[in-house]
């Protein structure tokens, strides 16, 4: 499995094998939240909330000189009710196809550089795939930060975000809805 050449991502007993780009990965040198967003409605929330957590978007490429790579991860949350009977919500307010009403809506956007050794070597299909697991991973404890901090500023009780397992259970239900954001086991 050298680097720049395509493997074939075997699965040995249930380990997943190493991208090549981790073997090149020296240290992460900056993560920056570039972008948020925090929504509330202005609704009681009267009964158990339900929770959606989608990733729109994990890319990257390499830097010019072959010395980093560049990340971004695109991380969405809702918080759903489904209302009291006889409650009087604006129908805008209403999801058509469940009745319920989106409480509240986080988003954000991280761009992660990690130092890379020898990155000019690697191919646009392995540096996708790292940052469709690695990426993800790397910037999801910040979003569990970002998302019970919105909530409770925004007057709501923090709702746990759980931990990010690439290989094993997820966050449910996440949807994967970039472009063709996959991840290993879907």
Known sequence: MGRGKANS???VQGIPS???????????????????EFNRLPFEVTREPETE???FGAHGGVA??????????????RLLMLPEEGAEIPAEFLQENTGKVVVAYVRASYMITYAIEDG????ASDIEEFCRVNAIHTAW??????????LSRGGLEAVPVPMFNVYGSR???VSYVGDDVKLPGQ
Request: with cysteine.
């Open 9 to 11: 991502k075997k699965v």
């Open 18 to 36: 190493v991208s090549p780009v981790a073997s090149c990965v020296r240290h992460v040198e900056r993560l920056v939240q570039i972008q948020s």
């Open 53 to 55: 957590f989608a990733v």
């Open 64 to 77: 010019g000189d072959g010395s980093q790579l560049v990340a971004s991860v695109d991380l969405g949350f």
């Open 120 to 123: 000019k070597q690697l191919v």
């Open 141 to 150: 404890p910040f979003w569990r930060e970002f998302v019970t901090g919105s």
């Open 171 to 173: 966050p449910r239900p």
